[in-house]
């Protein structure tokens, strides 16, 4: 189960807390949060992994594609770190 809290950074900027685990099934709804978000043009989406225990191999194929400009991840275990990194073939999450 995974429960994702929005909070509202700045004028450009939305934060989605996650907590829990991530799967096929959280994804999605994790998917569709951002795409609501990113309706907004200009909108940066700051994925906070903090609360994130587990994320399942194919979540994880799915979020490096997500990952962009517009939408970085940070608070990440290193589990989940060295996962998304081995996925994306590229380092871009933030410290």
């Known amino acids: 189960m995974l429960r994702i809290s929005k909070n509202l950074e700045n004028g450009h900027t939305v934060r989605l807390r996650l907590d829990g685990t991530i799967d096929a099934a959280s994804y999605c709804d994790l998917e569709a949060d951002c ?25 994880a194929r799915k979020l490096a594609k997500l990952r962009s400009d517009r939408l970085r991840i940070i608070n990440c275990s290193p589990y989940i770190e060295t996962l998304l990194k081995t996925l994306e073939g590229k380092t871009h999450i933030i410290e």
């Open 35 to 59: 795409s609501r978000v990113h309706q907004t043009a200009g909108t940066t989406i700051i994925l906070d992994m903090a609360g994130v225990m587990f994320m399942n191999d194919e979540a």
